[in-house]
């Protein structure tokens, strides 16, 4: 069974800028403090073996890996606190659109309109523009 923190370690990718892809990278955001630590060649699916072997080393690993993630997940947090939610935003694209949203409703812009009665920035659909339009068009005809 999935935990939350593993939900959110696999989910990491989509979180983070582009380019930053493993958690290593991630670490490297946030400094020298959360660098991974480098188990070698127990990195291959040793994991048990590295372990048994060096269990210090294990616990020291797993450790940093949750450090890393709890830092980014707190900061992903306190980004999303900014726009009014709570909790970690699904991506980041979805992050800037709410931010956008916000600031476009403290200056009181609509957002990109292609009609005064259509709201594409508070959600309207333009179908119900073009149902509108051929609904006038064949009105005309009539």
């Known amino acids: 069974m999935l935990s939350d923190f593993d939900i ?8 983070a800028p582009q380019g930053v892809k493993s958690l290593a990278a991630v670490g490297s955001i946030y400094g ?17 073996k590295l372990l048994k072997d060096k269990p210090s080393l294990f616990e020291e690993y797993a450790l940093k890996d949750s450090e890393i993630t709890l830092k980014h997940a707190c900061q992903m947090e306190e980004v999303f606190l900014t726009v009014d939610k709570i909790g970690i935003p699904l991506t980041l694209s979805s992050l800037g659109k709410l931010y956008v949203i916000k600031e476009w409703r403290k200056q009181n812009y609509l957002g990109y309109q292609v009609r005064k009665d ?25």
């Open 118 to 142: 259509i709201m594409i920035a508070r959600g309207t659909l333009l179908t119900r523009y073009l149902t509108n339009y051929i609904e006038d068009k064949a009105n005309d005809r009539s």
């Open 8 to 15: 959110f370690k696999n989910k990491l990718d989509i979180v």
């Open 32 to 48: 020298e403090n959360y660098k991974k630590i480098d188990i070698g060649s127990y990195r291959n699916g040793n994991m048990k």
